[in-house]
DNA sequence: CGCCAGGCCTTAC
DNA sequence: GTAAGGCATGGC
């Protein structure tokens, strides 16, 4: 059985696992106490995943990143955690501002991740008009329903389904399963990928813009949902995704930025969080403002 | 009860 | 190209 431990004190700005996976950013993560998004963390849990049909879960104790799998090796954690980001050069690179600020001392080592696609365009095709934990908690019923089951350590796992797997799924039973209006989306989404029409991958490597614009070609995405695969999947870290959320400090902190568009507001926004690393920005500031009150 | 949540689709101008 | 409705569900 593959293991490890990655010391915390070899990564660029450290990490604070907690933080990266709980953000609702990526929803591919359980946590093995089942108490993800209601409280912090009491001792050090396991978050677990599949990838590439391995088990893995990893958990952050006082000195390091531990991690098990069935098969999976490091490589792959410091992939999906994208532990060679260089914290502190992005901290350097983000506008001096008290919003930002607040946000970057608030969660200090949250890492943006790189999940796999196909899953990450589901999940936020799901996303739209839900909260966080509601979002996890679908996403985790389609793997239950879908997902091949993998046992590992006395446990058993679910991938996320396949886009064949969840293109056999129906529109009636995605409703009963509580996706709503979404159903339909993730179907049809789930066809075009099985059927070989177009994939969530084909946009990395076009230029930002045209690499959003590639992917609402899939039903039920749009410019937000766009960006959010891009972030949190395909390594465009310029990526801000304009939600509710940052809509609201748009209006609140820079409400020069407001043009009245996605397009524009989305150019102008990026260059006041500083350009290449603004979805790290966006992603501190996402996780600041829909949490500090509530922890 | 009404409001809101990591919005998008369709239709009408 | 932009604006308005409609859309499912559950938590507060």
């Keep these: 059985m593959p293991t490890g431990a990655i010391p915390t004190d070899t990564l660029p700005g450290g990490i604070d696992l907690y933080a990266t996976l709980e953000s609702g950013q990526s929803y591919l993560w359980r946590r093995e106490d089942g108490r993800m998004y209601e409280d912090a963390p009491d001792g050090q849990p396991w978050y677990c995943t599949v990838i590439d049909g391995e088990a893995l879960r990893v ?43 607040e946000a970057y001392d608030y969660a200090r080592g949250l890492r943006l991740v790189d ?63 509580g996706l709503g209006y979404r159903a339909p989306y993730v179907v049809r989404t789930a066809e075009m990928v099985a059927d070989g029409d177009a994939h969530p991958r084909d946009a990395d490597g076009l230029p930002y813009e045209e690499a959003r614009e590639e992917l609402t070609q899939f039903v039920g995405v749009g ?4 960006d959010c695969v891009l972030l949190f999947s395909l390594g465009y870290l310029e990526a801000v995704p304009l939600d509710t959320w940052i809509k609201t400090a748009v209006a609140d902190y820079y409400p020069e930025c407001d043009r009245g568009n996605y397009l524009e507001t989305s150019r102008a926004i990026r260059a006041a969080f ?22």
């Design 115 to 177: 999940d796999p696609a196909f899953p990450t365009l589901i999940a936020f095709i799901c996303s739209q008009q839900m909260r966080v934990a509601r979002i996890h908690s679908m996403v985790t019923t389609l793997a239950r329903e879908y997902g091949d089951a993998i046992e590992f350590e006395g446990r058993t796992y679910h991938a996320f389904p396949t886009p064949t797997q969840l293109a056999a799924a129906t529109e009636a039973e995605l409703r009963d399963l």
């Design 59 to 101: 958990r952050q104790t006082g000195r390091a990143i531990e991690w098990e799998s069935s098969g999976a090796a490091e490589e792959t954690v410091r992939t999906l955690l994208r532990l060679d980001d260089d914290l502190p050069a992005i901290f350097e690179a983000a506008p001096d501002d008290p919003l930002v600020t």
């Design 274 to 295: 500083g350009g290449g690393y603004a979805g790290y920005v966006q992603t501190y500031v996402f996780h600041y403002l829909r949490t500090r009150e509530e922890l």
């Design 223 to 226: 410019d937000k949902v766009a």
